[in-house]
Every structure is written in structure tokens, then in C-alpha cells.
């Protein structure tokens, strides 16, 4: 049986007071080292005794690490549990920024190709979650990326997907820069860090996260986000949404879901109404630009 020692219950206990995380990121970035309490704010940990934050303890995740440094890590001095899937989720914001990079430092043991941890990301509020690599609204606009893991890194407890597995015993970057899309702006996502184990007692140390960053580029000033607020109705709507944007007329109209790709596009003069009967019930981003280049972003529930 895998051991789990309790020695920083009391970080562990003031990180999941918090239920939902304060919005990190901005034009002057976010970054979070976990050494002040009030830092905890901005994360949610699962309740289950996995996730800690605390001081070094462990023979290969903290080695070379100073004894009074405090890390975001899976149990403090033992093993990692069994049949387990536990994540600490971030909420991020997006402001006006043409860029944004997510950046952390992180070591990790586990039984390779059967246990480890994968990034995860969610644009409806936590409804559903992807793996990092599948976010085509971030892997379609990837600018940079470094650290990341490929779809060869197989997790079996995950249902085989990719994600860090095997062992890096020493700190390493991971920087995932990617272009904000114009109806990203001003907008969230959710980010999570999910470990994953099977029912095999292998004797691993987990995954140790720290120094982890949030931040946006140069200013988008290509665009004019919501200085003339368009009128979007009704919502949910079933099979049309009527548009307004008074004195401004529309000439442009997007359907965006989720994952990036755009549904519905209808360009024109003077567009009041749209057909949404073809898309499937769920959560949309509808864009649209008036006669002076004025975006605006609305969310859409399509029932």
C-alpha cells in the first residue's frame, strides 16, 4: 500500500477553503511561488489528500531544492496513492493582449507509461475539460512551446492519454505561448494539473509544481473590444438570435464553439437576424463587427 504523510495540513487546508479561485493573469501578468498564504487564493485543490503545499521533504523530487522553499506537490514525504485522479485547478483571465504564456517549473517521478499527470483546460467553467494537447483554440495559435508532453507519452490510468510520465529529477521549464483569438478577449479558462495511478504499488514520488506564470503580450490595439455593446436575443435561443448594435450596423457574424472552429459565418450590410438551427445544443462564442470594426464577444446557449 502506498504511504501518504500529512505534514502540511495546515497549507493543505487553507488551499481548499477557497472554492472558486481569484482570476490570475493580466497585462501585468500573474505569477504565483506559493510562499505567501494569500497566494493560495488562486488555486483550488481537490479535497482528497493528494495535493499539498509544502517545504521540501522527498528524496528525488526535492533534491537540490532549499529546505525552506514551499512547492505545489502531490503528498509532501511519501509515495504517491494508488487509484487515484486528483487535480489543483487556476483560473486565468485574458485582457488585451495578443499573446499569453503559461509557465511553471516542475519534477516528477512516476511508474512510466501507467502513472503521471497531464494539463488540462476548460472553456465552459469547469462543464468539460481537454487535455492541453487537444485545445484547438490554444494548439491552433501555439507561438511557442517548450516542456510540453507529446502524444507519445502514454498515462494507461488515463485512458492513455498523453501526459508526463517516467522520471525528471530535475527542475525544468514548460512555456506555452500561444495568439489570443479576438473572442478570446476579456474572457476565462480553467487550467488543471491532474495526476492520474493505477492500482500498482510501484514506489514513485509524484509531481512537484512551482513558479507558475500567467501573463499576456502586447496590447491587441487592432481591435475595439465592447465600445458599442451589440445586443444578442434571445438567449438560449432554438432557431434564430436577432442582432443589434444601435446607431452601428453589423457586417459580420461568427459562431465559434469551444474548441475554436467556426460553425456559422454570415457576412452582409445590415445583418438583424441569424439561422441557428443547424448548430447542436450546447455553448457557442458569437463574434460580431460593425461598420467600424467595433468587436464584440457574447456567449450563446443553443437549446
Same mark, same amino acid.
Given at each position: +500500500?502506498?504511504?501518504?504523510?500529512?505534514i502540511a495540513?495546515?497549507?493543505?487546508?487553507?488551499?481548499?477553503?477557497?472554492?472558486? *479561485?481569484?482570476?490570475?493573469?493580466?497585462?501585468?501578468?500573474?505569477?504565483?511561488d506559493f510562499?505567501?498564504?494569500s497566494?493560495y487564493?488562486?488555486i483550488?485543490?481537490?479535497?482528497n /489528500?493528494?495535493? =499539498?503545499?509544502?517545504?521540501?521533504?522527498?528524496?528525488i523530487? =526535492?533534491?537540490?531544492? *532549499?529546505?525552506?522553499?514551499?512547492?505545489?506537490?502531490?503528498?509532501?514525504?511519501?509515495?504517491?496513492?494508488n487509484?487515484?485522479?486528483? %487535480?489543483?485547478?487556476?483560473?486565468?483571465? =485574458? %485582457?488585451?493582449?495578443?499573446?499569453?504564456? $503559461?509557465?511553471?517549473? /516542475?519534477?516528477?517521478?512516476?511508474?512510466?507509461?501507467?502513472?503521471?499527470?497531464?494539463?488540462e483546460?476548460? /472553456?465552459?467553467?469547469?462543464?468539460?475539460?481537454?487535455?492541453?494537447?487537444?485545445?484547438?483554440?490554444? +494548439?491552433?495559435?501555439?507561438?511557442l512551446?517548450?516542456?510540453?508532453?507529446s502524444?507519445?507519452?502514454?498515462?494507461? %490510468?488515463?485512458?492513455?492519454?498523453?501526459?508526463?510520465?517516467g522520471?525528471?529529477p530535475?527542475?525544468?521549464?514548460?512555456?506555452?505561448? =500561444?495568439?489570443?483569438r479576438?473572442?478570446? #478577449?476579456?474572457?476565462? +479558462?480553467?487550467?488543471?494539473?491532474?495526476?492520474?495511478?493505477?492500482?500498482?504499488d510501484?514506489? &514513485? !514520488?509524484?509531481? +512537484?509544481?512551482?513558479?507558475?506564470?500567467?501573463f499576456?503580450g !502586447?496590447?491587441?490595439? !487592432?481591435? /475595439?473590444? &465592447?465600445?458599442?455593446?451589440?445586443? $444578442?436575443? *434571445?438567449? *438560449?435561443?432554438?432557431?434564430? $438570435?436577432k442582432?443589434?448594435n444601435?446607431?452601428?450596423?453589423?457586417?459580420?457574424?461568427?459562431?465559434?464553439?469551444?474548441?475554436?472552429?467556426?460553425m456559422? !459565418?454570415?457576412?452582409?450590410?445590415?445583418?438583424?437576424?441569424?439561422?441557428i438551427?443547424s #448548430?447542436?445544443?450546447?455553448?457557442? $462564442?458569437?463574434?460580431?463587427?460593425?461598420?467600424?470594426?467595433?468587436?464584440?464577444? %457574447?456567449?450563446?446557449?443553443?437549446?
Open positions: +500500500m502506498k504511504k501518504i504523510f500529512f495540513l495546515l497549507f493543505y487546508a487553507v488551499a481548499v477553503n477557497a472554492q472558486q *479561485p481569484i482570476c490570475l493573469g493580466n497585462m501585468a501578468g500573474g505569477d504565483l510562499e505567501e498564504t497566494q487564493n488562486y483550488v485543490i481537490d479535497t /489528500h493528494v495535493w =499539498f503545499i509544502a517545504k521540501a521533504e522527498k528524496q523530487l =526535492f533534491a537540490n531544492t *532549499p529546505n525552506n522553499k514551499h512547492s505545489l506537490i502531490t503528498d509532501t514525504s511519501g509515495y504517491y496513492k487509484n487515484i485522479r486528483s %487535480s489543483v485547478k487556476f483560473k486565468l483571465c =485574458f %485582457s488585451w493582449a495578443e499573446d499569453y504564456t $503559461i509557465m511553471f517549473w /516542475h519534477k516528477y517521478d512516476f511508474e512510466k507509461n501507467k502513472d503521471g499527470g497531464i494539463i483546460t476548460s /472553456h465552459d467553467n469547469g462543464v468539460t475539460w481537454q487535455n492541453i494537447l487537444y485545445d484547438t483554440l490554444i +494548439m491552433n495559435n501555439v507561438k512551446t517548450g516542456g510540453l508532453y502524444n507519445s507519452d502514454i498515462i494507461g %490510468s488515463y485512458g492513455n492519454q498523453p501526459g508526463y510520465t522520471r525528471q530535475e527542475d525544468k521549464s514548460v512555456r506555452i505561448e =500561444f495568439y489570443a479576438e473572442y478570446m #478577449l476579456e474572457d476565462t +479558462m480553467l487550467l488543471r494539473f491532474t495526476i492520474s495511478t493505477d492500482s500498482n510501484a514506489q &514513485n !514520488e509524484g509531481w +512537484m509544481l512551482d513558479d507558475f506564470s500567467f499576456g !502586447e496590447t491587441a490595439i !487592432e481591435y /475595439h473590444i &465592447n465600445e458599442i455593446k451589440t445586443l $444578442i436575443y *434571445p438567449n *438560449p435561443a432554438n432557431k434564430y $438570435i442582432i443589434e444601435e446607431p452601428n450596423r453589423v457586417n459580420e457574424v461568427k459562431v465559434i464553439s469551444l474548441t475554436g472552429e467556426t456559422l !459565418e454570415q457576412k452582409g450590410d445590415n445583418i438583424s437576424v441569424l439561422n438551427e #448548430l447542436s445544443a450546447g455553448l457557442y $462564442i458569437v463574434v460580431s463587427m460593425n461598420e467600424r470594426n467595433d468587436y464584440n464577444v %457574447s456567449k450563446l446557449v443553443k437549446l
